[in-house]
């Protein structure tokens, strides 16, 4: 490749990531707005948010561990994240059949209810977003292949569900709340 052909390409993916950080900015603040308009459900955060459209792809109840790992949170933080939304009735949790230890997070109805409504509105101002916009098959294409390659960069977490390998795991559910504080012991020693 000469100089010349070096530089213009240069030139071209300047372009192209100066397309792309207007795109990402622009479809942060439709996300923004779907959720300001479904605030009636819940209020969350963007990070609560990346956790909660990670168990509604995940179609399966995650581990807690592996959801935090996909959020890119501490253990610390995905736990006191967990707990906050499990207060709001957003989530819930389950023990692992197989793994006592280990406790499974899916999403409540409530949960599932807010993520679709937030999609729907997004999906909608994007429908109105691409009206009318040629090469509409090329476009998404080229959509698909970005956001699958920003998905295997170290530390994205998965843009689609698990594989059905991981889907077959069974939890059993958690009689009294796993999330929240931990029960208060009794003063009286005879309790």
Do not use: C
Request: proline share 6%.
């Amino acid at each position: 490749m000469t100089l010349v052909a070096r530089a213009d390409r240069a030139g071209e993916d300047e372009g192209v990531l100066a397309a792309l950080e207007r795109f990402t900015f622009a479809t942060v603040g439709v996300t923004e707005r779907a959720m300001a308009a479904a605030s009636s459900i819940a209020e969350v955060s963007l990070p609560q948010w990346r956790v909660l459209t990670l168990l509604y792809q995940s179609q399966t109840p995650l581990r807690l561990a592996d959801l935090g790992s996909q959020a890119g949170l501490s253990a610390s933080s995905a736990s006191r994240m967990m707990d906050r939304l499990a207060d709001r009735g957003l989530i819930g949790a389950s023990i692992d059949r197989h793994d006592r230890r280990v406790l499974r997070i899916s999403l409540t109805r409530r949960g599932r209810r807010l993520v679709q409504v937030v999609l729907d509105a997004r999906r909608a101002a994007f429908r109105e977003a691409v009206r009318g916009l040629g090469h509409a098959s090329t476009f998404a294409a080229d959509l698909v292949a970005v956001a699958d390659a920003l998905a295997e960069l170290p530390g994205a977490g998965p843009s689609r569900p698990e594989s059905a390998a991981v889907a077959k795991r069974r939890t059993t559910p958690v009689r009294r709340p796993v999330l929240g504080p931990a029960p208060t012991p009794s003063a009286d020693p005879n309790a």
